[in-house]
């Protein structure tokens, strides 16, 4: 390409022609990629370039001459600040098609499928109010303790009680909490410095029973939030479970080791799929619960169980997606490595008559000690964090040749990267769908079946 005559604070106008999965739209000028935040396919804009890198560049809007169709205002004032979502500006349907497509350029791009069996796109059943979980760093501002998001690439809290992902009631307490926590003289901890006691305030709801747990993050233990705990208890019935996470570290990770209970139980519930489970605070739990139930049961159709299967659910958390399948296996086992989740899983079993196994270990180490004492599951599901699964738990899952692996995944990427190795020794995507959990911003989830190949395998 030749080099370009574009320079940082030049003004252009520009067509947005195209929209990456991270939410920007894409303009083209002499030929080159621009790439322009908040800006719909369709829209002709004035754009104030504001950086120029060798093939491509990035722009602001600073101007809109001609609006787009697709364009929608989903509301909230602070999106745009906030970093969260990145898809409140053009309507669901045009958010539903960007999305899809970023999971079909993962399997064409990074897992190389020439054809992809595309199933179905499942759409976020609510677009608002949907997340279970908030995590609110705190901070100071005027003399004042307020909570909200880290503004977009810095670490400085803008205030926000309401964002509308979250659930409503979220608001009412975090007002109500933060007076109560001034009144006794509660100080934010600063980052910069490393004093102050409050860290973050995290909070988790169940999404059929609205029972919900709340838990201070702070830097020491801090006596006074006792108080505090017995009357946020008293004024909200729905909090079941008031804890203090102590987290002394300067890290960006926002749980410490340590965790005391200051009022009501350790733990929350929900219902998932139809099965009661009770989660701890270090417990992963998906956060959008009706989404992440449609997600299950697409993973439940994929696994095809007639009762005489063995399941080995491995990263299973508390243990949720092979309890909603255990109905149909007949024998179920996961594998995850936090020891409460693990605890959950156990309990949640139990709980709902279930005969399963679980163990607290690497899902890749757990992988290969079943292959190497031949066991040989039905069906293995997986849903890794982000980064994947490495060849070591992939060699391990092949060892055990199953008949069908459902992988589930956060992360499109890996998961087209996980699934290529896998269909180059032996298995055949047979299906992949889209679901979404996060309306609103750049996530979107994937969920694949793979049978062992009828072909010779490759390798
Ligand atoms: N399937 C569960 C959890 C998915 S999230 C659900 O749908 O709720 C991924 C899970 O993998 C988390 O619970 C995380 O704690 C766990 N995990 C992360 N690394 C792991 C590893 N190396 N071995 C086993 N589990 C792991």
């Known amino acids: ?27 083209k000028y002499e ?59 053009i309507s669901y349907e045009e958010e539903a098609r960007i999305k899809e497509k970023a999971v079909r350029d993962a399997f064409s791009r990074v897992g190389g499928f020439s054809e992809i069996p595309f199933d179905e796109f499942i759409p ?19 003399g004042h303790l307020i909570c909200g998001f880290y503004s977009k ?24 909490l933060l007076e109560m926590l001034e009144k006794k003289g509660i100080s934010a901890y600063d980052e910069i410095t490393g004093k102050g006691i409050l860290r973050h305030i995290f909070l988790r709801r169940g999404y059929h029973t609205g029972e919900i747990m709340l838990c201070f993050v702070t830097s020491a233990e801090c006596a006074v939030l006792r108080d505090i705990a017995r009357d946020i208890i008293s004024s909200f019935g729905e909090i079941v479970s008031v804890l203090m996470n102590i987290n002394p570290d300067r890290t960006n990770v926002i749980l410490g080791k340590k965790t005391v209970l200051l009022a ?41 169980l007639t009762g005489e299967e063995e399941v080995l659910d491995l990263y299973c958390g508390a243990g949720t997606i092979g309890l909603s399948m255990a109905k149909g296996a007949k024998k179920l086992t996961g594998v995850e490595i936090i020891p409460d ?15 399963a196994e679980f163990l607290c270990a690497d899902a890749g180490a757990a992988a290969a000690a079943y292959a190497a004492k031949g066991a040989h599951p039905h069906v293995i599901v997986t849903d890794p964090p982000r980064k994947g699964c490495d060849t070591d738990t992939l060699d391990a899952i092949l060892k055990m040749s199953p008949e069908r692996i459902v992988m589930v995944s956060c992360d499109v990427s890996t998961a087209a990267r996980d699934i290529r190795y896998l269909a180059d020794r032996g298995y055949s995507l047979d299906k992949v769908s889209a ?3 996060y309306a609103g911003t750049a996530h979107v989830e994937a969920v694949a079946l793979l049978s062992k190949s009828k072909k010779p395998s490759i390798t």
Do not use: W
Request: proline fraction near 3%.
């Open 341 to 355: 989740a693990v605890e959950n899983a156990r309990f949640n079993a139990a709980e709902n008559g279930i005969e």
């Open 1 to 27: 390409m030749e080099k370009t005559s574009l320079k940082k604070n030049d003004e252009t106008v520009l067509e947005i022609t195209d929209m990456n999965a991270l939410g920007s739209g894409v303009g």
């Open 124 to 142: 976020c059943p609510e677009h608002d109010r949907y997340r279970n979980k908030a995590q609110l760093p705190v901070a100071e501002e005027n």
């Open 435 to 437: 679901a979404d959990m």
């Open 153 to 176: 690439r810095s670490h400085r809290v803008a205030k926000c009680t309401d964002c509308l992902l979250a659930p409503e009631i979220y608001s009412r307490i975090l007002c109500t």
């Open 264 to 304: 009501g139980r350790e733990y929350m519930t929900d219902i998932m799929c139809g099965v009661k489970v009770r989660l701890s605070l270090h417990s992963f739990y998906q956060v959008n619960t009706a989404a992440a139930e449609l997600l299950y049961r697409k993973a439940y159709e994929y696994a095809a």
């Open 31 to 89: 030929g080159m990629a621009v790439f322009v935040p908040f800006t719909a396919v369709g829209d002709v804009i004035r754009c104030r370039i504001v950086k120029v890198c060798k093939n491509y560049a990035y722009g602001i809007i600073a101007g809109i001459e001609k609006a787009s169709p697709r364009r929608e205002d989903r509301g909230c004032g602070v999106y745009s600040k906030c970093g969260g979502c990145c898809f409140r500006h």
